[in-house]
């Protein structure tokens, strides 16, 4: 089973400011990455597939790189919708296989 | 409009069995594979089972053990769940979700498992 280690747990971040997130994964995934994220009593809402492209109706605000087993998800200037948890997900093999999750707060 | 809707959830003992439905509209079910997804309370989601578009292959979860069976119908756009001797540790909300990777997801069925 791939795993998925997402740092940090927690990121505190001002309204207007970049968070970065990172994945990593236990082997090679190629770009078959996914993130993911949820509010509090919501399912997860997919944002970007493919490690980089923009799943339909997401803003530019948010983006995807990287390529086999180092996976970075940028949120380029916060808004106040975007405090949230977000999960990585490999859907390069089965079992596919989620992140722990990286809590967005406000700091 | 992609509309994902589970049922069949509920409040069972431990070692009893109960069956998922996903009723999907709003795509051509039978050109997507579909996944269920469970969500334990204050946890992040794990992957149970998937499913490809023609039933030819499906997977699971390896903390299973083969208890948990994935099917569907697409005469009826509709995916099942069939768990089996379940365990407190199956308590969660359950999601289905569509696709390659899950760009629609239902509201969830939740399964308590207690004595």
């Known amino acids: 089973e791939i795993v998925m280690t997402q740092s940090p747990a927690t990121l505190s971040v001002s309204p207007g400011e970049r968070a970065t997130l990172s994945c990593r994964a236990s082997?090679?995934?190629?770009?078959?990455v996914a993130w993911y994220q949820q509010t509090p009593g919501q399912a997860p809402r997919l944002l970007i597939y493919g490690a980089s492209t923009r799943a339909t109706g997401i803003p530019a605000r948010f983006s995807g790189s990287g390529s086999g087993t180092q996976f970075t998800f940028t949120i380029s200037s916060l808004q106040s919708e975007d405090f949230a948890v977000y999960y990585c997900?490999?859907?390069?093999?089965?079992?596919?296989?989620f992140g722990q999750g990286t809590k967005v707060e406000i700091k | 409009e992609v509309q994902l809707v589970e049922s069949g959830g509920g409040l069972v003992q431990p070692g009893t069995s109960l069956r998922l439905s996903c009723v999907a509209s709003?795509?051509?079910?039978?050109?997507?594979?579909m996944h269920w997804v469970r969500q334990a309370p204050g946890k992040g989601p794990e992957w149970v089972s998937g499913?490809?578009?023609?039933?030819?292959?499906?997977g699971y979860a390896d903390s299973l053990k083969g208890r948990f069976t994935i099917s569907r119908d697409n005469a009826k756009n509709s995916l099942y769940l069939q768990m089996n001797s379940l365990k407190p540790e199956d308590t969660a909300l359950y999601y289905c979700?569509?696709?390659?990777?899950?760009?629609?997801w239902g509201q969830g069925t939740l399964v308590t498992v207690s004595s």
């Open positions: 997900q490999q859907y390069n093999y089965w079992p596919q296989t």
């Open positions: 082997q090679s995934v190629n770009n078959n």
């Open positions: 979700a569509k696709g390659y990777w899950f760009d629609s």
């Open positions: 709003g795509f051509t079910f039978d050109d997507y594979a």
């Open positions: 499913i490809t578009w023609n039933s030819n292959k499906t």
